[in-house]
């Protein structure tokens, strides 16, 4: 494990659905779609379906909580009122040099 000064702003986004899966599959694509692009962005470090699938989890770089609840926004899942998004900001003290490519680049 190693530390620096230096750390991003990390957020762990914890999706809970409020419909049935039939109702969040319709909408699948146009979200997988919407996380492409914040991985084409390099906002999203990450992203799954929770098990069970009752929701969903991603890890996000953003410069600030305010600019990541703007790109959210945009889900389709939040759009259309099936999913509710719980944000954790965190600051990584340790983490496994595995990981500094994530931090830092």
Same mark, same amino acid.
């Given at each position: 494990?190693?530390?620096?000064?230096?750390?991003?702003?990390? +957020?762990?986004? @914890?999706?809970? %659905?409020?419909?049935? #899966? =039939?109702?969040?599959?319709?909408? *699948?694509?146009?979200?997988?779609? +919407?996380?492409?692009?914040? %991985?084409? *962005?390099?906002? +999203? @470090?990450?992203?799954?379906?929770?098990?069970? *699938?009752?929701?969903?989890?991603?890890?996000?770089?953003?410069?600030?909580?305010?600019?990541?609840?703007?790109?959210?926004?945009?889900?389709?899942?939040?759009?259309?009122?099936?999913?509710? %998004? =719980?944000? @954790? =900001?965190?600051?990584?003290?340790?983490?496994?040099? #595995? +990981? =500094? *490519?994530? #931090?830092?680049?």
């Amino acid at each position: 494990m190693k530390s620096n000064d230096a750390k991003p702003n990390l +957020f762990l986004v @914890i999706l809970s %659905y409020k419909v049935d #899966l =039939e109702k969040i599959n319709s909408f *699948r694509a146009a979200h997988l779609d +919407f996380l492409q692009n914040c %991985y084409d *962005r390099n906002l +999203f @470090i990450v992203s799954g379906p929770k098990v069970p *699938r009752n929701g969903g989890v991603i890890l996000a770089r953003c410069d600030s909580k305010d600019m990541l609840l703007a790109v959210l926004e945009k889900d389709p899942f939040a759009i259309n009122d099936l999913a509710d %998004y =719980e944000i @954790i =900001e965190f600051e990584p003290t340790k983490w496994s040099s #595995l +990981f =500094e *490519r994530v #931090l830092f680049n």
